[in-house]
């Protein structure tokens, strides 16, 4: 198994909505990380997770939240987002933190209406 | 100034063509990624090079770490080809941050 499997694909959200994405690997990698992309941008880094704690924070916004609670699942929980935070989020997990190719899932993309 | 420099941005190519996607970088790195995103959203890894060269099928990857640059190949090209190709730049030990290139936006004609 070497994907990196997201939920939902898709999620409409109002701004005042409390609402989760999922992501979920089985490679038994120990690093997993939150991404956002914007059209025509390469991927922006919000959170890294090593070892099933939160190593690295990119200044994200405190409306989102990850979580990890175990080392196969990331959760990147969403509130009070604002129309600009429409995007498309990517997970992506690797064998460790300073090592090993990237695998990305699909995404999920959002929409803040 | 971009620590990634892509080149071309964009690039149409006719099915069969050979195309070369340029990528150089200005800082230290402990490897390099070549990344496939086609649309719609995921990202697929196609290599990740720390010295020399590699090859998947049709596509060939090379780095020259002296000149701090990078090639991705694509021989006989393909529609299925078309893709948005991201070179990423590994930083060191900053557990696997990345400085991510601009991306080439290729479209293969039939």
């Known amino acids: 198994d070497t994907e990196v499997t997201q939920t939902p694909k898709h999620l409409v959200m109002g701004m005042t909505n409390k609402k989760s994405l999922k992501c979920e690997q089985h490679?038994?990698?120990?690093?997993m990380y939150w991404y956002k992309q914007k059209a025509k941008k390469p991927p922006e880094l919000m959170f890294v997770?090593?070892?099933?704690?939160?190593?690295i924070n990119e200044s994200v916004p405190s409306r989102f939240s990850p979580e990890c609670p175990n080392s196969s699942l990331l959760n990147l929980h969403l509130h009070a987002l604002q129309p600009e935070d429409s995007a498309l989020y990517l997970c992506a997990s690797s064998l460790g933190p300073n090592t090993g190719e990237l695998f990305f899932g699909e995404g999920s993309r959002l929409t803040v209406l | 100034k971009n620590e990634v420099e892509q080149s071309p941005q964009n690039l149409t190519a006719q099915e069969g063509e050979f195309i070369t996607i340029n990528c150089s970088y200005s800082v230290g790195i402990s490897a390099l990624h070549w990344l496939q995103q086609h649309p719609g959203g995921g990202i697929v890894s196609l290599f990740m090079l720390s010295s020399g060269k590699k090859k998947h099928g049709r596509l060939i990857a090379t780095i020259n770490i002296q000149e701090k640059h990078s090639s991705l190949h694509i021989t006989a090209s393909h529609p299925r080809d078309s893709a948005v190709y991201i070179c990423?730049?590994?930083?060191?030990?900053?557990?696997?941050?990345?400085?991510f290139g601009t991306g080439t936006s290729l479209t293969v004609i039939p």
């Open positions: 990423a730049a590994r930083r060191p030990n900053t557990g696997n941050q990345f400085y």
């Open positions: 997770y090593s070892y099933e704690k939160l190593s």
């Open positions: 490679m038994g990698h120990r690093a």
